[in-house]
């Protein structure tokens, strides 16, 4: 996909949106029916579902793409199984580990015994260990992985990547980068969150008298917005410029209206500045080219210009309107002092300013937000490309179809 392809600036930009253009209702079922984004999310990837600290020797139920997996953890190691035992369906979390150090967990209602390696029934106590085991008498396993204090789930129709293949540079080298995770549940369809993540200028209006941002200066609006796809061909990163901090609307009067919260009055700097795409430590130092990005599955990064710190959401969907919104606070080691600073400044500021307050403020707006028809517009550049760049790009098995067409591309043929 060229650069061109997915830049939208101006009017001229604006006119191209794939799923509609600016200014024409569009009613569908879903609004998402014709961009080619599954319901239930990209499977094939991995994603984050559960800390870490949460599983002890309780088996734990979870639901990912609309799948429920049992975790169980069996002297250290952690499996993952379907949640539905082959007998008579019982389900799999109820049950127990009854033989420790085995690796396997045993049905609640007749004793149907599986390893969590793959899946095998090995013994049904209740039959008596003479009894025959036929190979079909077996639950899906899953692999997991536990990395960062957090369990991490393929649900996929194709082996499992390496968890690093989708992890961006802050989440796998931990001897450069230390990250603070933390989850909220919302309750809204996986696509609806998704779209709040990208570049879509919401942020400035939003956000305008978010605590965290009283020392921060004001987000500009009106930017041009551009997205060029990474060099690792996994997500797009977001170029902002030429924003503005207040303006005067003919009829209404000045933005912001005088009281609005819009008192932030610093020099641009930190999360508020567009990163100098020349200039910036994060730049000239790591090579990092964007302050905002998005990488597949559904995962966004909004860094800062020294390239020191990333805020990473990764978007888990659950169910078909429940999604599950893992951040990792990511910081870059500079020390042991250094690092605790960083962990003492999350607990004292960040955790409620931003990963509570903050995101409430999406979270409240995202699940009342209704998925029957939109309109897209301008300042929509980012969520058209991110939707686009997302369904062609998403990782497939070999012998799965190619990508299904856009609406918008199927309607101007
Ligand atoms: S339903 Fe699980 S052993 Fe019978
Ligand atoms: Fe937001």
Redesign the pocket.
Known sequence: MSEEALTGTGEAAAARPPQAAPGAARVAANVYDGTGLPVLGFRNYWYPVLAAWRLRRRPKAVKLLGEDVVLFRDQGKVFALKDQCAHRGARLSRGKCLYPGTGTLTCPYHGWTYAGETGRCVAKLMEGPATPIPPEARVRSYPVREHLGVLWLFVGDMDAVPLEDDLPDCLVDTGAWHAIPTWRTYRCNWRVLND?LCYDL??PF??RNSPELVLQPIFPFASRVTTTPLEDGKGLGYTARDGITSADYPGLGPFPPPGEAFWRRMKPKGRGKEMDTERATAVTRYGIKYRHMSRLPAVTLVGRPSGDYFMVRWVTPIDDETTLFYSFNAYRRGGPLRTLLDRIGWTAWQSWTHDWIFSD??KMLVESVRSDAEQLSRSDVGVVAWRRFMVENARRPADAPAAPRQAADRAAE
């Open positions: 709040n919401h942020a939003v956000h403020q999406d």
